[in-house]
């Protein structure tokens, strides 16, 4: 039996030793002695955007580069895949083609738009390297996810919150492109295209629990009828200087404990990503509440989104997975249930195989 609203808020508010039951049902529905992880490389290729998320430092108002440029990239990609990286990670401010500096640089470069820009660096990256391209810039048309699909071996868009309330709210409200109605067309299209797919909840920023609970529902309708989500990250807001939330609180660890159950119990079908960088000191507590991976983690590059927030090593990784009574394994970023031609271009499929074997 699925979870009902109520059930999911009961979940949510839960207190004391109820956390502990919740846990170990959660547990139950994880039941796999495995935790995954992705080696990957983060590649910016842009941080000028259009929105002004409040939590957010990755964007940039002016920059010297507005766009990395084609030979900066394709020398990341080398340098990650000697490094033993399977994920090229690439992510962007969103719309930022829009954006009088980005417009002149991609005409420099011979390009109309984004998306053809970035069809181009995933080409490439199949034609020159072992990575398996993940694009991940904001909200997308139809015809540009099916574009997209055929260079690519998954792709993500977070849903952050399912709440139009916090398009009013120090969160959203400078930021058109987080409009819920926005974020779940895209995810829905990317199902339409069956395009293995990454989203994720942002805990934290002002979401009641039941908006938490409308939005872990809201992703499974959408899974019901589509299938194509493979993961969920569960992301804690993390307040940093500067940023219009600064002193917004952040998340609990409790808070985060039960989202992370109630998400496994919702979903026994999807993985439930905990980054673990964001949380050093407490990601067994994740595993044992029914995470079951710890997402991308890149050996070379630093996670411009949370840039004081560095990758544990893998080594680490094994240690807290040990710990946790797991054993740690390397994932690629499509999972092995969306290895096939329904979901993979035949291109990107055949450069997957090449990866199985040594997996
Ligand atoms: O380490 C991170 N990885 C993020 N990733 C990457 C993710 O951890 C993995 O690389 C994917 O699981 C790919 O397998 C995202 C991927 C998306 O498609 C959408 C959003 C994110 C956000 C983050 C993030 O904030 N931090
Ligand atoms: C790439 C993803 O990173 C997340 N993101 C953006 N800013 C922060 C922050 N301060 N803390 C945690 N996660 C953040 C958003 O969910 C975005 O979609
Ligand atoms: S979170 Fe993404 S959409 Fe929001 S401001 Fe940052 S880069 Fe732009």
């Known amino acids: 039996m699925k979870p009902s609203k109520d059930d999911l808020k009961k979940y949510l508010e839960c207190e004391g030793t109820q956390i502990l039951d919740l846990m170990r049902k959660a547990l139950e529905k994880q039941g796999k002695k495995t935790i995954t992880y992705s080696k990957n490389v983060f590649i910016p290729v842009t941080r000028l955007c259009r929105n002004r998320c409040g939590y957010c430092t990755f964007h940039r108002d002016k920059t010297k580069t507005p766009i990395l440029a084609p030979d900066d990239i394709m020398g990341r990609l080398k340098k990650a895949e000697s490094y033993g990286c399977r994920e090229a990670l690439f992510t962007f401010g969103e719309a930022a083609d829009q954006l009088e500096p980005v417009k002149d640089q991609l005409e420099k470069l011979g390009y109309d738009t984004m998306v053809e820009y970035i069809y181009h660096l995933c080409q490439e ?4 390297t072992l990575l398996l391209p993940h694009t991940n810039m904001g909200i997308l048309k139809f015809k540009d996810l099916k574009m997209l699909k055929e ?52 805990i934290g920023i002002g979401e009641t629990i039941e908006e938490r609970a409308e939005s872990l529902l809201k992703l499974r309708r959408i899974q019901d009828k589509y299938g194509h989500i493979q993961e969920i990250i569960i992301q804690n807001f993390r307040s940093k200087p500067g940023i219009p939330m600064e002193d917004h609180p952040e998340p609990t660890l409790l808070e985060m404990i039960k989202t992370v159950a109630a998400s496994k119990i919702l979903f026994p079908d999807v993985s439930i990503q905990v980054p673990p960088n964001l ?6 507590f994740f595993l044992l509440a029914g995470a079951d991976d710890l997402g991308g983690v890149s050996p070379l590059s630093k996670d411009y989104v949370n840039p004081e927030a560095p990758w544990p090593e893998i080594e680490e990784l094994e240690r807290i997975t040990r710990s946790a009574g797991f054993t740690l394994k390397e994932r690629l970023p499509v999972y092995p249930r969306f290895i096939s031609e329904e979901y993979l271009s035949e291109r990107v499929l055949e450069k997957v195989k090449v990866h199985l074997d040594t997996l």
Do not use: C, Q, W, Y
């Open 125 to 128: 990256t199949l034609k020159n």
């Open 151 to 202: 260079v690519n071996a998954s792709m993500g868009l977070m849903l952050e919150t399912s709440s139009p309330r916090l398009m009013k709210t120090i969160a959203h409200r400078e930021s058109p492109g987080k409009d819920p109605k926005l974020r779940i067309k895209t995810i829905e299209d990317a199902g339409k295209l069956k395009i293995p797919f990454t989203t994720g909840l942002l």
């Open 279 to 284: 949380n050093r000191e407490t990601n067994e």
